[in-house]
């Protein structure tokens, strides 16, 4: 009778040693392309304490600046029982990037009225954009126009992802070149307009037609001529149609209802 007592209470025993384990985790992912700061976080079960041996040499429950790519660790607690996962982390497949471009040249004799264009790729909008000097590095407020001069951009997206323009140089406007606004042979109507603008010109085909805000961003740009131009796709609000023609920048403010 004691002999069978031992026996039971050695199996139980046994039984406790080769208890079960478990690893679970939480992970973050970069919002940026290109950034390391992923996170992973270990929730383990089983016997405490508990050791960790990650992929990236780390031994902490939580791994910070993670590039994306996929880790593997391994949890073993403190009866010998261990666990393994793999853990990948993502970033967005597209950079953030912007482009800043020339507009219009400033006026030599008048006011600074040199504008920049800039498209994005990537990025979550809205954006916050700061312009610069080239070569003083100063930031420039006299927007949304520019005096002579070279300027780049920075742009923040709402996630914080950042990218720098190269530099756009801003020239006085040389001879034979005229910017006119309103003042010019182009009409366009009718205007304001929901949908489609027509465009009628005295004597010459345009080489390139623009359309932007007031920021200077472009919403619409096409190389080939046409009379008709199609603005259903913009918001309503106010911009400015920049027409391209025998060497002339003609100017036309125009209203999308």
Not at 147 to 158: I, K, R, W
Not at 209 to 218: A, E
């Amino acid at each position: 009778m004691i002999r069978f007592f031992l026996i039971l209470v050695t199996i139980f025993s046994m039984s406790s040693v080769s208890g079960q384990c478990d690893l679970t985790y939480t992970s973050v992912d970069p919002l940026c392309n290109g950034v390391c700061d992923g996170q992973a976080t270990l929730f383990p079960t089983g016997s405490a304490p508990f050791s960790y041996s990650w992929s990236t040499g780390d031994n902490t429950e939580t791994v910070d600046s993670l590039c994306a790519g996929t880790y593997t660790v391994t949890m073993i607690d403190d009866l010998g029982c261990s666990a393994s996962v793999s853990i990948t982390i993502t970033e967005p497949a597209i950079p953030f990037t912007v482009d800043a471009y020339l507009i219009s040249n400033s006026s030599v004799s008048g006011p600074c009225e040199g504008q920049i264009g800039w498209t994005t790729s990537g990025g979550q909008p809205d954006y916050t954009i700061n312009w610069y000097d080239c070569n003083t590095m100063d930031l420039y407020t006299n927007l949304p126009y520019f005096c002579a001069g070279e300027y780049f951009s920075v742009f923040m997206d709402d996630y914080g992802c950042i990218d720098t323009s190269e530099c756009v140089t801003v020239n006085d406007n040389v001879i034979g070149l005229s910017e006119m606004f309103n003042s010019n042979p182009i009409q366009v109507y009718p205007n304001p307009a929901s949908e489609i603008i027509t465009l009628e010109m005295a004597g010459s085909d345009f080489t390139e037609l623009f359309i932007y805000d007031y920021d200077g961003r472009v919403f619409l740009y096409q190389n080939n001529y046409s009379e008709v131009i199609n603005i259903s796709g913009l918001a309503s609000g106010n911009y400015v149609l920049r027409v391209v023609a025998n060497s002339c920048v003609h100017l036309v403010k125009i209203s999308k209802l």
